[in-house]
């Protein structure tokens, strides 16, 4: 979690420095790529938590339901 946090308080101060920013549909201000399922849940859970309810954060991962992932995508996200 501490590696973690590491690279992600600096990313998340950066994308609210200015408030809050847009949401635009299937365009992420950022993209975590991970080489594990496990590293990403780990990710998203410790990115949720920074950014409260002020990011949406998304959890992309192979071998779930293509459909709920792909439209909460088009809804729009800032971290995936």
């Given at each position: ?46 990115a ?18 293509m ?14």
């Amino acid at each position: 979690t501490g590696k973690t946090l590491a690279f992600l308080v600096p990313l998340v101060e950066r994308m609210l420095a200015k408030g809050t920013p847009e949401l635009q549909e299937g365009a992420p201000l950022c993209v975590v790529l991970t080489p594990t399922r496990e590293l990403a849940q780990q990710v998203h859970r410790e990115a949720k938590a920074l950014s409260g309810k002020r990011l949406r954060t998304l959890l992309l991962a192979g071998g779930a339901a293509m459909d709920p992932q792909q439209k909460a995508l088009k809804e729009g996200v800032h971290i995936v």
